[in-house]
């Protein structure tokens, strides 16, 4: 059994495919808060095949941890050189692997905040990238607004403190770079919230108005945030996962990282200090990236949501279960062809038709494993960014909301705490005693849960969403989930045929 580290390279180039460029002669000119595993599957995946097809070798990432759970990370890339094996699983389960070398450092903020400083502020590091989940830029679903509430960045916000927070750590950076004279690094975005460039903008803008109003001018004026769209199922990492690593590569990984084959990046032509070549291997750069990003926030993100809290609440657990269900697999096509495609804009180069049919086959994969759980933690930030604007266009259109407010009303369902076999749900959320409390209350009153302003807004006030929820509630009350999604599809089916 060979363990995974530098040294191990030339033997391991027998069994799969390793890096070919010299990872030693690599600078680092990307500093990346996030190495969880999409973006094992995809940035540095990117850069890894920029780097074995010649690119320039001033690409490399250096990742950065903020959070205590990130201390495994950093345990493993260290004892691994920055290596670990991507493997790809397809549906008919066959699968490829090979090994990825582009994160060349790991630095760990808890053990040393100023060394993350100095790496930012460094004039090598001209990007910036972000996979903080949906919750991570304190951005208020409900105003839009800035809202310091993650105990980091209200820390951060002290006078003198030491930044531990991301934004803390950005702001700081900058700051010397701006004294030093040195360009603004880019800051890009590689989250699932539509222009997550601008949320970046606003998030960091305006921590640093809280700190220091003229360097946020300068940070706003100066530095890029471009918008993109990121495409990679990529479930977390399991034991059985390391298990055939080492079984068939005969191979110890601590930290593989498994995903579909499929991947897609729509990236924002939009920086301060230069980028990698990324059209050279599959990127696609373009002008104005909404429309990608739309399409796949409001059919493949939001599509989790809504096979998730029914699929879960009738007993499936996996992802690939729900869909291969007949009557959910139905229902989610119809969500997405009737009730989302309706909000979307024309999305250049793309059949939406094949795009929902090849969504459709992705989440059928049974290699992948990818569970619901997954796909529902921190619900209270995802279903407010992918679910509620298709809610909310098709009202303003008149069209039909029935599928997505069944799920709301699955969600509220779920949150009480047991699925219809009566088996306890484990659930995360960070605000999951708010939204139990109103879970609960809304069984003797149904919009009580509609009332939570910070999740719905201004939608709880809408007398035909109400309605729809209301109706929505008494049918997973009546005749339970599957009832409720066969019905619905049913009478869509009905529909079709009659008009």
Known sequence: MTSLNEVALPGLARRLPVPTYNRSAVKTGIVHFGVGGFHRSHEAMFIDRLLNRGGPQDWGICGVGVLPSDAQMRDALKEQDGLYTLVLRAPDGTETARVIGSITEYLFAPDDPGAVIAKLADPDTRIVSLTVTEGGYSINDSTGEFEPRVPEVVHDLQPDAVPCSVFGLITAALALR?????????????????????????????????????????????????????????????????????????????????????????????????????????????????????????????????????????????????????????????????????????????????????????FSNPAIQDTLARQMVDASERIPKFLLPVIREQLQLGGPIDRAVLVIAAWSRFLEGTDEHGAPIDITDRRLHQLQTAAHAGQAEPDAFLNLTEVFGELGQNPRFTAAYRQARAALKRSGTLSAVRDLTDQSVSTRRTS
Not at 188 to 193: A, E, K, L
Not at 233 to 253: F, G, K, M, Q, W
Not at 265 to 285: C, H, K, M, S
Request: charged residues 20%; negative net charge; contains cysteine.
């Open 178 to 362: 701006r004294e030093k004279g040195i360009p603004c690094f880019t800051v890009m975005s590689c989250d699932n919230i539509q222009g997550n460039g601008d949320t970046a903008r606003k998030a960091l803008v305006s921590f640093a108005r809280l700190k220091d109003a003229t360097l946020a001018g300068w940070i706003n004026e100066n530095v890029a945030f471009p918008n993109s769209m990121v495409d990679r199922i990529t479930p977390a990492t399991t034991d059985a996962d390391r298990e055939a690593v080492s079984t068939n590569y005969h191979l110890t990984d601590a930290w593989p990282v498994v995903a579909e084959p499929f991947e897609q990046w729509v990236l924002e032509d939009t920086f301060a200090n230069g980028r990698p070549p990324l059209q050279d291997v599959g990127v696609q750069i373009v002008n104005n990236v909404e429309p990608y990003e739309l399409m796949k926030l409001r059919l493949l993100n939001a599509s989790h949501q809504v096979m998730s809290y029914l699929g879960y609440l009738a007993g499936y657990r996996y992802v690939h279960e729900v869909c291969s269900d007949p009557h959910f697999a139905e229902f989610i096509l119809g969500y997405m062809a009737e009730e989302a495609t309706p909000t979307l804009q024309p999305v250049p180069g793309i059949d939406l038709d094949a795009y929902r049919t090849e969504l459709l086959h992705r």
